[in-house]
């Protein structure tokens, strides 16, 4: 590994950084506050206000220290200085949005998709993106980038070498494709990753440090970042397969994938979703044998996770937990493999995200310069 110091311009990003934080936290500060809450001299803090400023990631708001000396002008967060575009591509739909830096949605479109191949595929994304742009109500923010989110295999340059729910079976240059003639810059993940991250940057659950997502749309998928925005995608970015781990049914070992995808467990116990989520959300007692049993799988595998990787939570999104009784079928089925501890309390949340296309929009700051937004 390559070890660095940090250049001036580092610095620079890495105190404003940490201004940014205390200044979303607050309503608006003075630089006096800055050098006081930084714990640096006054014109450190001037530097710094002046550096966002400069960015337009801060705006002056009005005056502070009235009575007690010169005046000095209070600062409050811009998140409308730039704009993002994320895209999420599905097997029967493409989500549109376009969001300020923190977060906020301000425009959705959705088209649909009709077995789409790769080149229509680049059509429709450049066309709703430049449509996006030419409504957007912040014509003076500065697009970031564009972020397009595709469930399959995705490599850490941008190729898709694999998508099954999409139906492309060959590898593909995808970014590439994106990035021809194009004056915005596209940048491709696996959906799974960028769920994980607009959850942990945007999510209700506040900047949540090492925080793991499964997500069971059909097959199961998983992605895990810790504290600074940094993925666990491990060699040839094929780390977190977790439908490959091995449980427990009546004493036999199965793969994961073969209890979880959708299609298995209508085919297994011959139970739709809708009767699968009412059974989820009855206590224990009503839930019934079905419940019961998923409920264990997702315990074997929820107790395997927290030894590995002791997450500060795993977020579950599957079209039959979807509420907070349905977490607790998991969280009893769980204790049952590992017991709670003071040093081991995964929490177990439910997805917050108003649009999953907002992983996009994150993963387009995150590449850009303006990164230093909304890393911690």
């Given at each position: 590994?390559?070890?660095?110091?940090?250049?001036?311009?580092?610095?620079?990003?890495?105190?404003?950084?940490?201004?940014?934080?205390?200044?979303?936290?607050?309503s608006?500060?003075?630089?006096?506050d800055?050098?006081?809450?930084?714990?640096c001299s006054?014109?450190?803090?001037?530097?710094?206000m002046?550096?966002?400023?400069?960015?337009?990631?801060?705006?002056?708001?009005?005056?502070?220290?009235?009575?007690?000396?010169?005046?000095?002008?209070?600062?409050?967060?811009?998140?409308?200085?730039?704009?993002?575009?994320?895209?999420?591509?599905?097997?029967d739909?493409?989500?549109?949005i376009?969001?300020?830096?923190?977060g906020?949605?301000?425009?959705?479109?959705?088209?649909?998709?009709?077995?789409?191949?790769?080149?229509?595929?680049?059509?429709?994304?450049?066309?709703?993106?430049?449509?996006?742009?030419?409504?957007?109500?912040?014509?003076?923010?500065q697009?970031?980038?564009?972020?397009?989110?595709?469930?399959?295999?995705?490599?850490?340059?941008?190729?898709?070498?694999?998508?099954?729910?999409?139906?492309?079976?060959?590898?593909?240059?995808?970014?590439?494709?994106?990035?021809?003639?194009?004056?915005?810059?596209f940048?491709?993940?696996?959906?799974?990753?960028?769920?994980?991250?607009?959850?942990?940057?945007?999510?209700?659950?506040?900047?949540?440090?090492?925080?793991?997502?499964?997500?069971?749309p059909?097959?199961?998928?998983?992605?895990?970042?810790?504290?600074?925005?940094?993925l666990?995608?491990?060699?040839n970015s094929?780390a977190?397969?977790i439908?490959?781990m091995?449980?427990?049914?009546?004493?036999?070992?199965?793969?994961?994938?073969?209890?979880?995808?959708?299609?298995?467990?209508q085919?297994?116990?011959?139970?739709?979703?809708?009767?699968?989520?009412?059974?989820?959300?009855?206590?224990?007692?009503?839930?019934?044998?079905?419940?019961?049993?998923?409920?264990?799988?997702?315990?074997?595998?929820?107790?395997q996770?927290?030894?590995?990787?002791?997450?500060?939570?795993?977020?579950?999104?599957?079209?039959?937990?979807?509420?907070?009784?349905?977490?607790?079928?998991?969280?009893?089925?769980?204790?049952?493999?590992?017991?709670?501890?003071?040093?081991?309390?995964?929490?177990?949340?439910?997805?917050?995200?108003?649009?999953?296309?907002?992983?996009?929009?994150?993963?387009?700051i995150?590449?850009?310069?303006?990164?230093?937004?909304?890393?911690d």
């Open positions: 590994m390559d070890i660095k110091l940090l250049t001036p311009s580092d610095m620079m990003k890495y105190n404003a950084r940490v201004l940014l934080k205390i200044m979303r936290r607050k608006a500060l003075s630089r006096a800055a050098s006081r809450l930084l714990g006054r014109s450190t803090a001037s530097k710094l002046n550096y966002l400023e400069s960015l337009h990631l801060v705006t002056q708001i009005g005056s502070g220290n009235r009575g007690i000396g010169r005046n000095s002008g209070l600062y409050q967060f811009n998140p409308r200085a730039c704009c993002a575009i994320g895209v999420d591509v599905k097997p739909s493409i989500q549109f376009l969001s300020d830096l923190s906020e949605i301000l425009i959705v479109q959705e088209v649909e998709n009709k077995n789409m191949s790769p080149e229509e595929t680049v059509m429709e994304i450049h066309k709703n993106t430049r449509k996006l742009l030419n409504e957007s109500p912040l014509p003076d923010a697009p970031l980038g564009v972020g397009v989110m595709i469930p399959g295999w995705v490599s850490d340059d941008g190729m898709v070498l694999n998508s099954d729910p999409l139906g492309w079976q060959k590898p593909l240059r995808f970014r590439v494709m994106l990035n021809r003639n194009s004056e915005i810059p940048h491709i993940l696996n959906d799974a990753n960028a769920l994980v991250l607009a959850e942990s940057s945007f999510g209700t659950t506040g900047n949540c440090r090492n925080l793991m997502y499964i997500e069971n059909d097959d199961i998928g998983a992605a895990f970042t810790d504290s600074n925005h940094n666990l995608t491990g060699e094929l977190m397969e439908g490959k091995q449980v427990n049914f009546k004493d036999r070992f199965y793969r994961t994938e073969d209890f979880l995808s959708i299609s298995r467990i085919k297994r116990w011959g139970v739709t979703i809708p009767e699968l989520k009412r059974a989820f959300d009855s206590d224990s007692e009503e839930s019934g044998e079905i419940c019961l049993q998923l409920a264990d799988i997702f315990g074997q595998i929820i107790t996770i927290s030894a590995l990787l002791n997450p500060y939570a795993i977020m579950i999104n599957t079209p039959y937990i979807k509420s907070s009784q349905a977490l607790e079928h998991l969280k009893k089925a769980a204790s049952f493999y590992m017991e709670t501890t003071p040093l081991r309390g995964t929490q177990l949340l439910l997805p917050s995200l108003e649009r999953s296309a907002l992983g996009g929009a994150c993963w387009a995150l590449n850009s310069s303006f990164d230093f937004v909304i890393k």
